[in-house]
């Protein structure tokens, strides 16, 4: 199983025939995502050929035609897409989820950076009374390694495992897939850093939670607001899954942003420090390093094989 997105999932992309949307649709092809149009309504009627060996497995090779919708609910009538990945620039982004949200799409993932927070409040409201889940914005969007890939994460450096992944840090993801690509994952979700984002780390543990074929948690979180410190809290009070997690920032001066736009402390709130307390209070491991915290994963995984005697 997959959580959010699996080999079924077909997904449109907005803003496809951009410099960033052809190249990320190119990598999703290549990774074997049915990618089933793009949406451009100033070239709409058109199609775009992708020279892609289409799948890991590297079987195929003759160029993969996609088509140009004028709208999402002109592409989800053709195809029955259910999934829109969106590349378009921070000022139409809005537009284009609200476009989503109102065609029906079950997920919007929004990899644009830099949208402005009034507008993702909007949206993501929005989204949320249509019944459209959203994830990002600014965030590297999701995979289901060996299935299907929604967004800009590389589909080469792991393999499909019992791992599930969820990260505000799009590079640490990257990081954690690489060092524990011998394990592999069901699905790895980047949710983004901004101060305000669709799903967050509580509504993939409560995925992660509910899939079997999910044995063991990575989050990823770092400094500002209390995202993480509110995660704590739900994992103690309704996960059972071991649960294993780093924060970045330790380092970071106060009152300082830094890099991601939530990245922000304040005092003692958001810190790296209050946030690791929380979550060791609440059972989780957290590693001092990337490195540190796929240690942890494997220290953990073997102490429950040897536990159930497997």
Do not use: W
């Amino acid at each position: 199983m997959a959580v959010f997105l699996s080999k079924e999932s077909k997904i449109l992309v907005q803003g496809m025939t951009g410099g960033e949307g052809m190249k990320h649709t190119r990598r999703m092809l290549a990774a074997g995502t049915d990618v089933v149009g793009g949406v451009n309504p100033r070239k709409a009627g058109r199609s775009v050929d992708f020279d892609v060996l289409r799948g890991l497995d590297g079987r195929g090779g003759t160029p993969v035609t996609v088509p140009v919708f004028g709208s999402v609910r002109e592409g989800m009538a053709a195809t029955g897409a259910d999934v829109t990945v969106v590349f378009v620039p921070p000022a139409f982004a809005k537009a284009a989820v609200l476009e989503a949200a109102d065609a029906g799409i079950a997920l919007a993932v929004v990899i644009t950076e830099g949208i402005p927070v009034h507008d993702a409040v909007a949206f993501h409201a929005y989204a949320a009374a249509k019944g459209t889940r959203v994830i990002g914005p600014n965030c590297p969007g999701l995979i289901s390694p060996g299935q299907s890939n929604a967004g800009i994460i590389p589909a080469d450096i792991t393999k499909p495992g019992r791992l599930g992944l969820v990260s505000k840090s799009g590079t640490l993801t990257y990081q954690l897939m690489y060092e524990l690509r011998d394990i592999g994952f069901s699905t790895c979700v980047g949710i983004g850093g901004d101060p305000v984002v669709g799903t967050t780390h509580i509504d993939c543990l409560a995925a992660f939670q509910d899939d079997p074929d999910t044995d063991l948690v990575v989050l990823i979180g770092e400094i500002g607001g209390d995202a993480e410190e509110r995660a704590a809290a739900y994992i103690r009070d309704h996960v059972t899954k071991p649960v294993v997690g780093y924060i970045a920032g330790f380092t970071a001066p106060e009152g300082k942003t830094m890099g991601h736009a939530g990245a922000i402390v304040s005092g003692s709130s958001g810190t790296a420090q209050a946030k690791k307390a929380a979550l060791e209070a609440a059972g989780v491991l957290v590693g001092g390093t990337p490195t540190e915290t796929a240690r942890l994963v494997l220290a953990r995984l073997e102490a429950e094989r040897v536990a159930t005697g497997g």
